[in-house]
Nanobody, 125 residues
Framework: QVQLVESGGGLVQAGGSLRLSCVAS????????MGWFRQVPGKEREFVAT????????LYTDSVKGRFTISRDNAKNTVFLQMNSLKPEDTAVYYC??????????????????WGQGTQVTVSS
């Protein structure tokens, strides 16, 4: 099994920045795609961003475009989410996800095989 461990969450003021990291371990392979989702209590898990194995192709949900950047370091089995200009509406538990086949719509949760435990991001107003 592939284990995904997120880190970097915390409490920040609106307008601040955080960088989330996700390290894959265990039975690792060329995870493709890698993505970030987020969820608030009582709401459905929401797609945030995704990146292909090459690191070139990226996709973002409209609400974070221009503020968030996803990237990956395949040599270290790590994916990052740089979050700038944070807003209170960004408050959520953020989950790292990894696919294995390179197929499927990368903004759908069903595309991903492995999930991290989540890291809390809280943005105060």
């Amino acid at each position: 099994q592939v284990q995904l461990v997120e880190s970097g969450g915390g409490l920040v003021q609106a307008g601040g920045s955080l960088r989330l990291s996700c390290v894959a371990s265990g039975r690792t392979f060329r995870t493709n795609p890698m993505g970030w989702f987020r969820q608030v209590p009582g709401k459905e898990r929401e797609f945030v961003a995704t990146v292909r194995w090459s690191g070139i192709g990226t996709l973002y949900t409209d609400s974070v475009k221009g503020r968030f950047t996803i990237s990956r370091d395949n040599a270290k089995n790590t994916v990052f989410l740089q979050m700038n200009s944070l807003k209170p509406e960004d408050t959520a538990v953020y989950y790292c996800a990894a696919g294995s086949s390179g197929l499927g719509n990368p903004d759908l949760s069903t595309t991903y095989d492995s999930w991290g435990q989540g890291t809390q991001v809280t943005v105060s107003s």
